[in-house]
């Protein structure tokens, strides 16, 4: 099957059926209008075929998980941009690539595609504050850290990892377990696209690359976040504040009313009210 080339292809595709890197490198193609899907797809099989053509046929598959994370993250050298975290090439998958360089959901992304094409039953774990990737082994799953150069963490980890977010609350065993559940691929795919449009928005100026204003390209960022998930409240919310910023005030006043419509108990549902007189009154001067 050819790999998918546009969002469109990406929305067509079969919800359970999506391919995280295809998905990742498309993407990327709204910052790279040249990036060729397919070429990058061929590189992540050469990394799988090189580690692979290395192994024993009777590995087992505890030792492939500590070959993979050797191979990658120590004699590749792919590591974590912990100098400038929030720049956007950590989170366009063809960059992390060839940089060697990314954050935690985007090396997590890496990791799995090429665990998944060694056999590996590999799956991204949205943990609070943190993307992990889930290793499934006979004797039970690894919890690996992609960002920290594939370690590995136990319950003691997490639940610290856990303390720290929640200001020194401490989070009970079975409680961490609920967080380690396999993330969807449309998820992970939502996930990756809302960091993008967190750092775009944070930054607000103009991309260096092409000279395009950053609130633009997160509003394209967030257009496929909607695409994906067409009944998340907060994606309409942040799409709204976006669109006002633009000066789009109908295309703004008709998503803070679907904020409404999705969340008429939210905590903020007086302001998004308020904000909607506002800016129907706004459109009523524009006529």
């Known amino acids: 099957m050819p790999a998918a080339q546009t969002w469109q292809d990406i929305l067509n595709a079969p919800r359970d059926q999506l391919s995280l890197a295809e998905a990742a490198l498309v993407i990327a193609r709204d910052a790279h209008p040249l990036l060729d899907v397919t070429a990058y797809l061929a590189r992540i099989d050469n990394l799988a075929a090189v580690l692979k053509q290395r ?9 492939k998980l500590a070959r993979l994370n050797y191979y990658l993250f ?23 690539i060839d940089r060697k ?3 935690p959901i985007t090396l997590s992304v890496l990791l799995i595609e090429v665990g998944r094409r060694l056999g590996l039953t590999m799956s991204g774990v949205s943990f609070p504050g943190h993307f992990l990737v889930k290793c499934a ?17 136990g319950i003691k980890d997490l639940q610290k990892r856990l303390r720290a977010l929640s200001g020194g609350v401490d989070v009970p065993p079975e409680a961490v377990m609920r967080l380690l559940n396999a993330a969807a691929p449309v998820d992970i795919i939502a996930r990756m696209l809302r960091n993008l449009i967190g750092i775009h ?43 006002e910023e633009l000066e789009c005030f109908r295309a703004a006043l008709a ?15 007086n302001a998004v009210r308020g904000k909607i007189a506002e800016l129907r009154e706004r459109v009523s001067r524009l006529n």
């Open 255 to 269: 998503d803070f009313e679907n904020v409404l419509r999705l969340a008429p108990e939210a905590s903020d549902v």
């Open 137 to 153: 082994l006979r004797d039970g799953a690894v919890i690996i850290d992609a960002y920290a150069k594939g370690a590995t963490l």
């Open 55 to 63: 192994l024993p046929a009777d590995i087992a598959d505890t030792e």
């Open 201 to 243: 928005r944070e930054r607000g100026g103009r991309d260096v690359r092409d000279g395009r204003d950053d609130r633009a390209r997160a509003l394209t960022l967030a257009n496929q976040v909607i695409d994906l998930c067409p009944q998340g409240a907060d994606d309409f919310r942040v799409r709204a504040r976006l669109l």
């Open 74 to 96: 120590t004699e590749l050298a792919f590591t974590g941009n912990s100098d400038d975290y929030y720049d956007p090439r950590n989170s366009y998958l063809n960059d992390v």
């Open 101 to 103: 360089l990314g954050i």
